[in-house]
Structures are given as C-alpha cells and as structure tokens.
C-alpha cells in the first residue's frame, strides 16, 4: 500500500481543471493508496479554488462546486486529515529558515507547515511516503534536504523547463 500526501496545489487539480487532474483522480482513487492532506489544506483549498476562478473567470456557482465536492471528499474521508501541531510549527519554522536564509529560497509558511506534517507522517509510519506538489519552489527546497528525500519521495506534477512529464526524486 501506498501513503499518498498531497500538498494544496497538486490536490487542487481533482476539483479545478487543469493538466494533472485524471493524474491525481488516479491516485486518489486508487484503493492500494491511502491520501492524506494537511488540516491546513482545508483552509487552503477555499483559496486556491478562488484563485482559479477569478484567473478563468469562473462563477461563484463554479467555485462552490468545486468547494462542495471537495467538503464531500473530506467527510467521506476520501483523505485523512493530519492534524497540524506545535511541534509542527516549530519544525516549520526551522524549514523557513533553512529554505529561506541558508538555501536562499523563498517558501511560504503554509507550503513549511504541510511539509513537516507530511514528514511527520512518515516518521510515524517508518515508511516512505509519496508527496505530491504541484509548487516548484516547494519542490525544488525539499529536495535538496536530506530529512525529506529520504523518508519519501517527492513528485512534482507540472513540468519544468527542461521536461514535459512530471518529475519524481
């Protein structure tokens, strides 16, 4: 069995369009895989999704679809919802200064907390686990830590420059 963790920007593609989305419906629905999100993705969600809409000049109708099957996922627990905590908010903060200070990266204090959940969840488990992003900054910081690359494998679903198919370390 494969544990799946999503980070917001590559979980929106299962309710916005866009060019991964049978991708990460694949995953998801896959039974051998048990997807997790952060509980901070939940908030999260709410802004990408209106992100989207307002860039594809969708609806408020198409926005609150987007929110209602995505609502409907988390309480047919399609995902587990990990639970952030104070630790993983001290983690964070070292994640922000390592990325931010010492690899001279800029990375947002979500994209840090959803992180160290996820790493949090591999170390519980003592198994690799899979991390899905679709952010590149993200992507290319936590690969370049040895605490991530090792515990799981990070997938980056948009293409980069140099490639167009999805990358995986």
């Given amino acids: 069995m494969a544990h799946c963790f999503f980070d917001t920007c590559a979980l929106k593609f299962r309710y916005a369009d866009g060019p991964y989305r049978a991708t990460v419906n694949r995953i998801i629905g896959n039974r051998y895989n048990t997807s997790y999100i952060a509980d901070l993705t939940i908030l999260e969600m709410a802004s990408a999704f209106g992100s989207h809409c307002r860039t594809a000049s969708l609806t408020l109708a198409a926005y609150d ?13 399609r995902f587990i919802v990990r639970p952030t905590n104070k630790l993983n908010v001290l983690r964070a903060r070292n994640l922000l200064r390592l990325g931010g200070m010492i690899h001279r990266r800029s990375m947002g204090s979500g994209d840090a907390l959803i992180a160290t959940c ?52």
């Fill in 65 to 77: 679809l987007m929110d209602l099957r995505f609502m409907d996922d988390v309480a047919r627990k």
């Fill in 118 to 169: 996820s790493i949090d969840l591999a170390q519980e488990l003592k198994e690799r686990i899979h991390f899905y992003t679709a952010d590149w900054r993200l992507y290319s910081i936590l690969r370049q830590i040895d605490a991530f690359t090792s515990s799981m494998t990070l997938h980056y679903l948009l293409p980069t420059k140099d490639s167009l198919i999805p990358t995986t370390t």
